[in-house]
T-cell receptor, first 114, second 111 residues
Framework: GAGVSQSPSNKVTEKGKDVELRCDPI?????LYWYRQSLGQGLEFLIY????????KSGLPSDRFSAERTGGSVSTLTIQRTQQEDSAVYLC????????????FGPGTRLTVT | QKEVEQNSGPLSVPEGAIASLNCTYS??????FFWYRQYSGKSPELIMS????GDKEDGRFTAQLNKASQYVSLLIRDSQPSDSATYLC???????????FGKGTHLIIQP
């Protein structure tokens, strides 16, 4: 079946602009996760959704970051007033209880803030 | 603070040999353990999961878990050049929860 999809694959934006990143999870997966991978850095967990609820938002780097999920499916990660340090690859993953919440990643969105 | 430690490498292994990758974690409450493979410029790909002490084999891959020592390893038998990648160890409390990743070990299989 189809895997996790993300759009756009690449995004170049000017400092101070807002950006929206989209994730479409594997069909039927109830949990959805956002991570960030910066050059030379490890994978950093940002937030996860169980259904449409995000139980813990403490991983978001600042209040410029927000995320929502509607209909238990598609999620958007919004970064307001982007800064150069926001440049990274933003990865989305999804999982399902039946597979013991093994997480499967999408291809990522490469965000460059100029 | 949950931490996952891996030797960054590079780890160079001759083709056909066994590659051994190691990972330690700090949180004794961790319940689920994963190995991901990441090729340069690509996203992580799940290759193994392990939840109980002992060994778990899948094809050329064997994951080993020792919760008392807070240690997870991945063995790759009959290493192939296509196995050259960065291998990421990840742990979680279990259930739907964010993964804590190590920084990865860069593995090079020499033909």
């Amino acid at each position: 079946g189809a895997g996790v999809s993300q759009s756009p694959s690449n995004k170049v934006t000017e400092k101070g602009k807002d950006v929206e990143l989209r994730c479409d999870p594997i069909s039927g997966h109830t949990a959805l996760y956002w991570y960030r991978q910066s050059l030379g850095q490890g994978l950093e967990f940002l937030i996860y959704f169980q259904g449409n609820s995000a139980p813990d938002k403490s991983g978001l780097p600042s209040d410029r970051f927000s995320a929502e999920r509607t209909g238990g499916s598609v999620s958007t990660l919004t970064i307001q007033r982007t800064q150069q340090e926001d440049s990274a690859v933003y990865l989305c993953a999804s999982s399902d209880r039946d597979s013991l919440h093994e997480q499967y990643f999408g291809p990522g969105t490469r965000l460059t803030v100029t | 603070q949950k931490e996952v430690e891996q030797n960054s490498g590079p780890l160079s292994v001759p083709e056909g040999a066994i590659a051994s990758l190691n990972c330690t974690y700090s949180d004794r409450g961790s319940q689920s353990f994963f190995w991901y493979r990441q090729y340069s410029g690509k996203s992580p790909e799940l290759i193994m999961s392990i939840y109980s002490n002992g060994d778990k084999e899948d094809g050329r891959f064997t994951a080993q878990l020792n919760k008392a020592s807070q240690y997870v390893s991945l063995l790759i038998r009959d290493s192939q050049p296509s196995d050259s990648a960065t291998y990421l160890c990840a742990v979680t409390w279990g259930g739907a929860d964010g993964l804590t990743f190590g920084k990865g070990t860069h593995l090079i299989i020499q033909p």
